[in-house]
């Protein structure tokens, strides 16, 4: 019986590296597909819609590399609370934000937004919640100046300036 131990215990180790393995090359595709379904032609930015629906958009935020989930529904910016952690950004009080899971509060901080075909909002008013999941989530105080259209799965961004 003590013969069994060694073999199960590497068969199981087996099973989970190659689990972890299987796990991370999703993750790191649906990255990969997320940044590819971006294009830019001169002042149009045209976003893909991802297999689970929404628009991400690739960029900046405070220097550091981030993928923003597009959202037309959220009044304000809001960041994982673990970002602002790690960015060491500075609160400026607390704020009560209604979302789709109920009312949550959430510190107000201060960032530098670059998205990848142009657009910059610097010194915006963003709102860190806990909970909140890996993507920031890009609002309507940034994407109401913008000039948006969607069809047929593609959100269309004209960046050039209105007439």
Same mark, same amino acid.
């Given at each position: 019986?003590?013969?069994?131990?060694?073999?199960? !215990?590497?068969?199981?180790? /087996? #099973?989970?590296v190659l689990g972890a393995l299987?796990?991370?090359?999703?993750? #790191?595709?649906?990255?990969?597909?997320?940044e590819a379904r971006l294009t830019?032609? $001169?002042?149009?930015?045209?976003? +893909?819609?991802?297999?689970?629906?929404?628009?991400?958009?690739?960029?900046?935020?405070?220097?550091?590399?981030?993928? /923003?989930?597009? *959202?037309? $529904?959220?009044?304000?910016?809001?960041?994982?609370?673990? @970002?602002?952690?790690? @960015? *060491?950004?500075?609160? &400026? $009080? +607390?704020?009560?934000?209604?979302?789709?899971?109920?009312?949550?509060? =959430?510190?107000?901080?201060?960032?530098?937004?670059? @998205?990848?075909?142009?657009?910059?909002?610097? %010194? %915006?008013?963003?709102?860190?919640l806990d909970g909140l999941g +890996? &993507?920031? @989530?890009? =609002?309507?105080?940034?994407?109401?100046?913008?000039?948006?259209?969607? !069809? *047929? $799965?593609?959100?269309?961004?004209?960046?050039?300036?209105?007439?």
């Amino acid at each position: 019986m003590s013969g069994d131990l060694p073999r199960s !215990f590497k068969i199981v180790t /087996f #099973w989970l590296v190659l689990g972890a393995l299987v796990f991370l090359g999703v993750q #790191w595709q649906g990255r990969r597909e997320q940044e590819a379904r971006l294009t830019v032609v $001169g002042d149009i930015v045209n976003l +893909e819609r991802a297999r689970d629906g929404h628009y991400y958009w690739p960029g900046t935020l405070n220097g550091r590399r981030v993928v /923003f989930l597009v *959202d037309t $529904g959220a009044s304000r910016t809001a960041i994982p609370a673990s @970002l602002a952690r790690e @960015l *060491d950004l500075a609160s &400026e $009080g +607390e704020v009560r934000s209604n979302t789709a899971g109920g009312v949550v509060t =959430g510190r107000l901080v201060r960032v530098d937004i670059t @998205l990848n075909g142009g657009v910059q909002a610097r %010194r %915006r008013q963003a709102v860190a919640l806990d909970g909140l999941g +890996e &993507e920031p @989530l890009l =609002g309507m105080d940034v994407l109401g100046r913008l000039r948006l259209e969607q !069809f *047929d $799965g593609v959100l269309r961004i004209d960046l050039r300036p209105e007439r």
